[in-house]
């Protein structure tokens, strides 16, 4: 039989851990699939809650002089043009309620240390977006939800076609040949074989206001589950004994 004091350092114990640990998600999805849109939307409703997004595209490598002079060769798709060791060390800090430097990705100079670096708070709620999150079981194990935007590829190849020229200003047949080179397959083999982790799979994207709605709402439950804890640390101990 443990004493009262025990049982109470153990119940505060556990319940500061419960506060310290943010609420994990994922959402993953093809390139241009709306995983930008959703992510924009969850933070919008949770507008009461301290919530940041962090981006797979911040830990992109930086490529070598050679890459750069040929690089409608290289293949931005694959899983190992990121930086994934980084990207563990930035989520388990920020996991561990410490502050992270994350480099800023410039798209048109192809370069993931642009100053300043952007400077990011731990937080209730950390959303972690991009193609390949899913892929590495260590990035997988951080989540405590994984979302997956799933959009056809005829949309998303119009509006990574939009985008690219207009936004990129990049050319047309620049953006069709990585498609077919790059994207195409990357997704058929790396990212659309990620979707079985999901626990959530949004047809539609951003468009889809019911799927957002209760994503919320079960995060705004496990929120309130936390913060029930912290004023009654002993519902911890009342929780675990009905493993509720
Ligand atoms: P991702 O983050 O998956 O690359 P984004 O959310 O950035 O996708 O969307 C890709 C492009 O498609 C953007 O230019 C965005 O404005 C556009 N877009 C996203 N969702 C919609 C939508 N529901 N309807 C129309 N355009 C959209
Ligand atoms: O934001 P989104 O998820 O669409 O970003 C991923 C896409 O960005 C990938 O499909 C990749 O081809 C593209 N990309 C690019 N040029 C870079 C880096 C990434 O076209 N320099």
Redesign the pocket.
Known sequence: EPRNSEVEQRTTSAAEHLHKQPFVIGVA????????????MIIEQLHDQRVVLVNQDSFYHNLTPEELTRVHEYNFDHPDAFDTEQLLCAMEKLKHWQAVDIPKYDFKSYKSDVFPARRVNPSDVIIL?G?LIFHDPWVRDLMNMKIF?D?DADV?LA??I??DT??KSRDINTVLDQYSKFVKPAFDDFILPTKKYADIIIP????NHVATDLIVQHIRTKLGQHDLCKIYPNLYVIQSAFQI
Do not use: F, M, P, Y
């Open positions: 999805g093809g390139a241009a699939s709306g995983k930008k849109a959703v992510c924009d977006e193609i935007v959009t998303r509006r990574r939009r985008r207009v936004e539609r994207g951003g468009d």
